[in-house]
């Protein structure tokens, strides 16, 4: 399974930014797609999830939105509102959405996208 981030930029806050990302191999639909992101200096974190429904952390629900789309293979993460702490490299991961374990830990996901960048600017 290949996995590929794209959609990242320079934007102001309070900008709005769409990423996607594009999934080859496998069977699109077995998945559960999540979204983390690391800021400079910083441990990777969980940003959201989606399999049959969708999660997020406190710091992007009510801004951020991801959704799928599984006859694409492709999941988007659509981030409004931005914020200076937004800025991050942000990776797609994916996993096999029968598998028992915590949606929140990048351990718990076996295929990783190469992240696109994220740069806010106040």
């Known amino acids: 399974v290949q996995l590929q981030a794209s959609g990242g930029g320079l934007v102001q806050a309070g900008d709005s930014l769409r990423l996607s990302c594009a999934a080859s191999?496998?069977?699109?639909?077995?998945?559960?797609m999540a979204w983390f992101r690391q800021a400079p200096g910083k441990e990777r974190e969980f940003v959201a999830t989606?399999?049959?429904?969708?999660r997020y952390s406190d710091s992007v629900e009510g801004r951020f939105t991801t959704s799928r789309d599984d006859a694409k293979s492709t999941v988007w993460l659509q981030m409004n509102n931005l914020k200076p702490e937004d800025t991050a490299v942000y990776y797609c991961?994916?996993?096999?959405?029968?598998?028992?374990?915590?949606?929140?830990?990048?351990?718990?996901?076996?295929?990783w996208g190469q992240g696109t960048l994220v740069t806010v600017s106040s």
């Open positions: 991961a994916a996993r096999n959405r029968f598998r028992v374990g915590s949606y929140i830990s990048q351990d718990d996901y076996d295929y």
């Open positions: 191999g496998g069977t699109f639909s077995n998945f559960r």
């Open positions: 989606i399999s049959r429904s969708t």
